[in-house]
């Protein structure tokens, strides 16, 4: 039976300009990061306190080889979308979208999309509860 997302894969170009922008940017931690024998550079990202592995990076170790499996978007719950989009605005990170949408579904909710630095679609989503 399967009970939980364990992680969402993410191809990245520079693996260390991507820890920085999940780290300094979202406030994940790096809980691992290893470089296997085929050349792939894998790292770990979790939230603090917690042991869940949210994001798996995967770093391309050849250019000529395209991403197998496309993700179209990673959600990021938040209390405040508002002032989410506003400081993410004062990072310089690129927006998707300048102003939170509210959408009818799950009772109601908000979201925002912006991008990562490998151009990945980014989404920050708040229950209207």
């Keep these: 039976m399967i009970h939980k997302l364990e992680h969402i894969g ?13 780290t300094e940017t979202l406030g994940l931690q790096l809980r691992g990061r290893e470089k296997l024998g085929d050349g792939v550079e894998l790292g770990f990202l979790a939230y603090p306190g ?18 197998k499996g496309n993700v179209d978007h990673v959600a990021f719950t938040v209390t ?3 002032a989410e989009v506003e400081r993410l605005k004062g990072l310089g990170v690129e927006m998707i979208d300048s102003a939170p949408k ?21 989404e920050l989503f708040q229950y209207n509860r």
């Design 80 to 82: 405040d979308i508002e």
């Design 50 to 67: 917690t042991d869940n592995i949210v994001l798996e990076l995967i770093a391309r170790w050849r250019d000529d080889l395209p991403a």
């Design 10 to 22: 993410i191809m990245v170009k520079d693996m260390d300009r991507s820890v920085r922008f999940y």
């Design 102 to 122: 509210e959408l009818p579904i799950c009772g109601g909710v908000k979201i925002a999309f912006f991008y990562g630095p490998d151009g990945e679609r980014l």
